[in-house]
């Protein structure tokens, strides 16, 4: 049963004895005085059918909770003890002096209720709802986009603490599993830890890797093979757990052909690595060479001059779907202010992506070419007039693909191009070439033209052996070849772009998103870490702190309520 709030105040209203100790122009004075305009009874209506039994918290308290818990980053318990003893979190929320707290358990029950309804990103819609009515939007076509990584909630593991997890959760998941780990296996996996060996002996340490690897076969023969059972979902995850771990990271040891049964931990990092059998959509990423993350990778879009985040979304660290520029993209075309926020209710039913962005390639798998003398490809200008943004972003956010979708989606891009690097220092680059798309050639700087192939790649060869210009375009011995990147009239004209006055003033507008990147991953001075496991709870994590950091930014605003409309000051 849907709980209610009391209009009448209690005798030690929080509000009434010390609402004036609240700062002005702070979250917890707008909630105090507008919590329930903002969360009223139908925020959280539909998740409850029934009429009957115990009611539940009201409305407007679990929305100010969950923006006071996540404006602050405190865990459940802190929360609990926030709402019990903090002064402000009481005015904010409406509670007497002396009210007592709930468990917080009660938190774990309210995310998975929201999480499993129809509209899990509530409180960030709520929000959205009330930057639309002010009409604050209204007009501001600029965004800025950019990522941060988050570190995950567990461990990293190393490949025997994954193998020996990932056996002992086939022991609890799969059924009769037990009995054939006690039959098949060499190890004992009923132990806490991990197995005692001589961890200094190098044999011994590989010898432990053999042995994790040969039982994980062994029992994936019995359990996974020809002759299993049907399994239901749980089991097969397990199941197909353990196939992964067993096999990312190892590989047959030095003069092995992987019958002989003898592996080793494999001298290679695999692409998308599972880092922890606790959390299986973690990963590894790098923000340079030398400095590696672990964790997921959070999206944030910004509009620059009022500093409000128009859209986020929280990935994986690396993989399928994590790439800057494809969510760059998928975050301008589900943009719900790009009509002045007429729509900001119904965000979810704006395209996830423009046309295109699909594809987007891991970081170093693109053509490294890039387009030369070549008129921009048309726009969609009924797309641009119809409500086109113009997004900002660092050179990750402009790959061809991702260029060609904001062109389709009528979006404007003021996004620095990737540099280009000469074959020789000093010597011509891929601009220097011309190519003709429709002829499908290329021609050199010496006026040798060769056709593309159809993967196009272009090899200029014996023409470079007597060309004059040659120590400046290549060393190499068979003369000079090169790809051209399907979407290189785009990229030439990013380059021509970022080398004129008007980008050059324009583009340190980008520089707002740090900021909002900054509010977004940091909590008093330290970076924030992720308390919940798996990619879709961290994406509400992050929605729900957005919102706080807009509700944040509109209460400095001097938001308020006036004559039945949201106002500003």
């Given at each position: 049963?849907?709980?209610?709030?009391?209009?009448?105040?209690?005798?030690?209203?929080?509000?009434?004895?010390?609402?004036?100790?609240?700062?002005?122009?702070?979250?917890?004075?707008?909630?105090?005085?507008?919590?329930?305009?903002?969360?009223?009874?139908?925020?959280?209506?539909?998740?409850?059918?029934?009429?009957?039994?115990?009611?539940?918290?009201?409305a407007d308290l679990v929305g100010s909770v969950l923006v006071l818990k996540e404006l602050y980053d405190l865990s459940d318990p802190q929360t609990a003890d926030a709402l019990k003893f903090d002064i402000r979190w009481k005015v904010a929320c409406g509670r007497s002096l002396t009210q007592m707290s709930f468990d917080p358990s009660t938190l774990v029950y309210w995310r998975r209720r929201i999480a499993a309804s129809d509209r899990p990103d509530r409180v960030f819609d709520a929000v959205a709802e009330l930057i639309a009515a002010t009409g604050i939007l209204r007009?501001?076509?600029?965004?800025?986009?950019?990522?941060?990584?988050?570190?995950?909630?567990?461990?990293?593991?190393?490949?025997?603490?994954?193998?020996?997890?990932?056996?002992?959760?086939?022991?609890?998941?799969?059924?009769?599993?037990?009995?054939?780990?006690?039959?098949?296996?060499?190890?004992?996996?009923?132990?806490?830890?991990?197995?005692?060996?001589?961890?200094?002996?190098?044999?011994?340490?590989?010898?432990?890797v053999s042995d994790l690897v040969n039982d994980a076969l062994r029992l994936l023969e019995v359990l996974a093979g020809p002759d299993a059972p049907e399994r239901d979902a749980a089991a097969a995850d397990a199941l197909g757990l353990l196939a992964l771990v067993a096999g990312q990271d190892v590989e047959p040891a030095d003069g092995s052909d992987g019958t002989d049964g003898r592996w080793r931990i494999a001298r290679k990092v695999a692409p998308d690595r599972v880092i922890s059998t606790v959390d299986t959509e973690a990963r590894h990423t790098r923000k340079s060479k030398s400095k590696r993350r672990d964790g997921f990778r959070g999206h944030v879009g910004a509009e620059p001059e009022t500093g409000l985040i128009t859209d986020c979304e929280m990935t994986m660290a690396a993989g399928e779907g994590s790439t800057d520029a494809g969510n760059g993209v998928k975050m301008a075309c589900r943009d719900r202010f790009r009509d002045g926020g007429d729509n900001a209710a119904a965000a979810g039913d704006a395209p996830a992506a423009a046309p295109g962005?699909?594809?987007?390639?891991?970081?170093?798998?693109?053509?490294?070419?890039?387009?030369?003398?070549?008129?921009?490809?048309?726009?969609?200008?009924?797309?641009?007039?119809?409500?086109?943004?113009?997004?900002?972003?660092?050179?990750?956010?402009?790959?061809?693909?991702?260029?060609?979708?904001?062109?389709?989606?009528?979006?404007?891009?003021?996004?620095?191009?990737?540099?280009?690097?000469?074959?020789?220092?000093?010597?011509?680059?891929?601009?220097?070439?011309?190519?003709?798309?429709?002829?499908?050639?290329?021609t050199c700087p010496g006026g040798v033209t060769r056709p593309m192939s159809k993967t196009r790649t272009v090899t200029f060869g014996a023409a470079c052996a007597g060309c004059p210009l040659r120590g400046r375009c290549t060393t190499a011995k068979d003369g000079r070849s090169m790809t051209i990147h399907p979407h290189e009239a785009l990229l030439r004209a990013a380059r021509a772009q970022a080398r004129t006055s008007e980008f050059k003033d324009k583009y340190p507008t980008r520089s707002m998103i740090e900021r909002v990147i900054s509010w977004t991953a940091t909590q008093n001075g330290r970076r924030v870490k992720l308390r919940y496991i798996g990619t879709a709870k961290n994406n509400a994590w992050l929605h729900t702190r957005c919102a706080a950091i807009n509700l944040r930014t509109l209460a400095g605003r001097g938001l308020t309520r006036s004559g039945g409309a949201w106002v500003l000051a």
């Open positions: 049963m849907q709980g209610k709030s009391r209009l009448d105040r209690e005798l030690l209203d929080a509000g009434e004895m010390a609402g004036h100790l609240v700062p002005p122009g702070s979250v917890f004075a707008f909630l105090a005085e507008h919590r329930r305009e903002l969360f009223p009874d139908s925020f959280t209506a539909d998740l409850f059918s029934s009429r009957t039994g115990r009611p539940s918290l009201p007009g501001r076509r600029r965004r800025c986009v950019d990522s941060t990584v988050f570190d995950d909630a567990v461990a990293t593991q190393d490949t025997v603490t994954q193998l020996v997890a990932a056996v002992r959760k086939v022991a609890r998941v799969v059924p009769g599993a037990a009995a054939v780990i006690a039959q098949v296996c060499t190890l004992d996996y009923g132990k806490a830890g991990k197995p005692d060996i001589d961890w200094d002996d190098p044999q011994a340490r590989q010898g432990l962005s699909e594809a987007r390639p891991e970081p170093g798998s693109e053509p490294r070419p890039e387009p030369g003398p070549q008129p921009e490809p048309e726009r969609d200008d009924t797309a641009a007039q119809a409500g086109g943004l113009e997004v900002y972003g660092d050179s990750a956010y402009g790959s061809g693909e991702a260029r060609a979708a904001y062109r389709d989606a009528g979006h404007d891009t003021i996004i620095k191009p990737k540099p280009v690097q000469p074959a020789v220092p000093g010597g011509f680059t891929i601009d220097d070439f011309a190519v003709d798309e429709d002829a499908g050639t290329v």
